[in-house]
């Protein structure tokens, strides 16, 4: 009795061991991430200077180098509020928890059940039993199904899940990145605008002058009529050119106001009268940096990761799966379901294996390998983008600067020119056409430094978009990172802990952010009332 006993015992322990070692088999295939070689150094490098390695990241609030106090108010405020972003930061969540779902999967599942029916049988019914026209049946129990999961096809469901969890969330920090560009470069064009627009003013009380000028040379038989139709058709053209530009700066700030949730009817920011950022000295960096920088790149090789596993979820279908599943409990003609007598179970295993199903698994196991293999080729593709982009931004800024300091001097010439030919007409020594030359000359000269200038700065934050606005990818949550709540946990299940640095709004209507009212000191008008 004994040695049977320990026989069973050891037959019992083996059969955990093998059982052990056999969920502990991986179809999938072992996952490398692919190299490239990368260049050790920019090429459109222009005046900036490969970083050392303690200025090789930038800050994360990147655009608090431009220096401005209104720029950095309406930032916060949108990463605060943005309805784009917050769907972002919601899909993150979703994610998050189809994690959660496919986890469930690995542990066995329990219920219960009860009934209870009253039943009557017609009194003409065939082979009726023993005269009884009604029945009664009450019962209740438990139940329990369990797969064990030998060929890892659940834990690589749920590393796959855990794997497009973090691919959301570098796409919600590649949606923040893009949100504060656009943001900063709408806010640089909205800045250039008023520039451009206080350069119209000046023009136009120029020409207002001038025009007064040529009326009295006009009167005292100095000057030709045509002097005088030269001159209103320089100050009407001017002022034609300043309504379009106060057109082009009312739609820059609708695009604001909807980028910072709020309504553009109610918004406003207060003019100025020149570009005051500071040019930012960008920490490049080297190349090879790139890859961990970008959300995109670090998106599409979460993306590859998962196209992994999934191979290996399509190479179990093709061996046995195994069901276990046990239930148990009372039924009774009646109320006296408590007594042994009336207890029922049942327990049970089940397998399964495809024998011939006309290729379907090796159908989907084709498939799961071309879908490997394409998020391959994207991952390449956003790797070859990423260094693409920097080369432009470097390219960019290098000869817009250099344009801007030309077009500074060529400003300043025009406007001795300008002043030098009204003068000499005024003394009667030049004719009004070279004024009106000169004046056109100083005007495209002025409006054109204020545009390559405004490009230059736009340039600057299309530069730090594609360096990565300081992010990361160990700004990722870690895969054990996205799971949002443990096995006996039943509370705060509504809102789940931010994960990642990634939160979303809390229990607020769809609009209740939605206002026009002031957001920093000189921006915004009486406030909008908000809709609830």
Not at 8 to 19: D, E, I, K, N
Not at 47 to 58: E, G, K, N, R
Not at 334 to 352: E, H, P, R, V
Not at 453 to 472: K, N, V
Request: glycine share 6%; hydrophobic share 40%.
């Amino acid at each position: 009795m004994i040695m049977r006993s320990l026989r069973r015992t050891m037959m019992s322990g083996g059969a955990m061991l093998s059982l052990a070692a056999l969920s502990a088999c991986d179809l999938a295939p072992a996952y490398h991430p692919p190299t490239y070689v990368v260049p050790a150094s920019w090429h459109g490098q222009g005046v900036f200077a490969t970083a050392t390695p303690a200025d090789t990241q930038l800050p994360s609030h990147w655009w608090t180098l431009l220096h401005d106090p209104q720029l950095d108010a309406l930032e916060d405020k949108a990463v605060a509020v943005n309805a784009d972003l917050q769907a972002a930061a919601e899909r993150f969540v979703e994610a998050r928890a189809m994690v959660m779902s496919a986890r469930a999967d690995l542990l066995p599942h329990f219920g219960l059940a009860f009934g209870a029916s009253d039943n009557k049988q017609s009194a003409d019914r065939l082979f009726r039993y023993k005269g009884a026209l009604t029945q009664t049946d009450e019962f209740y129990g438990g139940l329990a199904s369990w797969e064990p999961d030998f060929w890892s096809e659940i834990r690589n469901q749920v590393r796959m899940a855990k794997f497009s969890a973090q691919e959301k969330a570098a796409d919600y920090a590649g949606a923040r990145l893009s949100l504060q560009a656009e943001l900063a470069s709408d806010y640089v064009a909205l800045r250039g605008y008023d520039a451009q627009d206080a350069i119209y003013r000046k023009s136009i009380a120029y020409y207002e002058q001038a025009l007064k000028v040529t009326q009295t040379q006009l009167a005292n038989q100095a000057a030709p009529r045509l002097d005088l139709a030269r001159a209103q058709n320089r100050l009407y053209v001017t002022q034609a050119a300043e309504l379009d530009i106060q057109a082009e700066r009312e739609v820059t700030e609708h695009a604001i106001a909807v980028l910072t949730n709020s309504a553009p009817s109610g918004f406003h920011i207060a003019p100025t009268d020149r570009l005051a950022f500071v040019r930012v000295a960008i920490p490049v960096g080297v190349p090879s940096d790139l890859l961990q920088r970008r959300p995109d790149v670090a998106s599409a090789e979460r993306e590859m990761a998962q196209a992994n596993r999934a191979i290996g979820v399509s190479r179990a279908a093709f061996y046995p799966h195994v069901s276990l599943n046990a239930n148990g409990g009372f039924d009774a003609n009646g109320f006296d379901l408590a007594n042994l007598a009336n207890s029922m179970w049942s327990y049970g295993a089940s397998a399964s294996m495809p024998i011939f199903e006309g290729g379907l698994r090796r159908a989907a196991l084709q498939a799961s390998w071309a879908s490997y293999r394409e998020t391959r080729d994207r991952y390449r593709s956003s790797v070859l983008r990423a260094f693409r982009e920097v080369e432009d931004g470097l390219s960019r800024t290098d000869r817009l600067w250099a344009e801007n300091g030309r077009l500074k001097a060529a400003t300043s010439a025009a406007l001795d020119m300008q002043n030098m030919t009204m003068t000499l007409y005024k003394g009667g020594v030049s004719p009004y056409l070279d004024a009106i030359v000169a004046q056109e000359a100083a005007l495209e000269a002025q409006i054109s430094q204020v545009q390559v200038e405004t490009r230059y700065f736009q340039a600057e934050i299309g530069l730090i978009r594609s360096l990565g606005g300081g992010w990361s990818d160990k700004l990722l949550p870690t895969p054990d990172q996205t799971m949002t709540f443990s096995v006996l946990q039943y509370d705060g299940l509504h809102h789940p802990d931010p994960a990642g640095g990634i939160d979303s709004v809390r229990d607020e209507g769809p609009f209740d952010n939605l206002a026009g009212s002031a957001v920093a000191p000189g921006i915004g008008t009486a406030p909008v009332p908000t809709s609830h």
